[in-house]
């Protein structure tokens, strides 16, 4: 299926590696979850069978590190949330495809500001998986390094 969206990369890694974090999510329906995936930025990396020779698992990547596998299975709707950075996506413009499109019927919130200085847009598919794109607020740069400075802890570029 082809999709209006524009991909963070346009050149998705599509090696094979070690993944230091990933996502599963269960879905009733895997064409249709892959499809609705591949609307919002991901690329089919791998489609893997089962024994019985049906899909098993869809290994979705949107950008390195942004790994998300679909398999099979009963959701639990609104249990899992997961977020992805987005830099460089117009998300008001993914929010608009996504409400005026083929996926019209896709839970899409935002993009909103929030207090942390970025903007996110939360989107919820079929099953009730939740993705958070969210991106810095660039025109808020300073305000936010203020506000970091503010922080407690033990991090790199705490002043």
Do not use: C
Not at 8 to 27: E, G, L
Not at 36 to 54: K, N
Request: net charge negative.
């Amino acid at each position: 299926m082809s999709h209006p969206i524009e991909r963070v990369d346009p050149a998705i890694d599509r090696t094979i590696y070690v993944m230091p974090m990933f996502a599963s999510f269960q879905v009733r329906d895997i064409a249709a979850a892959t499809d609705w995936y591949e609307a919002i930025g991901f690329l089919a990396l791998a489609t893997i069978p089962g024994p019985d020779g049906t899909t098993a698992v869809v290994h979705l990547r949107r950008s390195k590190y942004q790994d998300l596998l679909l398999v099979p299975g009963e959701p639990a709707p609104g249990t899992t949330t997961v977020s992805f950075a987005a830099a460089g996506t117009d998300l008001t413009a993914l929010a608009a495809t996504l409400r005026a499109g083929a996926f019209a019927d896709a839970g899409v919130d935002g993009p909103a500001d929030t207090p942390w200085y970025t903007v996110d847009l939360t989107l919820t598919d079929a099953d009730g998986n939740r993705i958070v794109f969210t991106a810095a607020r660039e025109a808020e740069l300073d305000e936010a390094k203020q506000w970091a400075e503010t922080f407690d802890g033990d991090w790199i570029g705490k002043n």
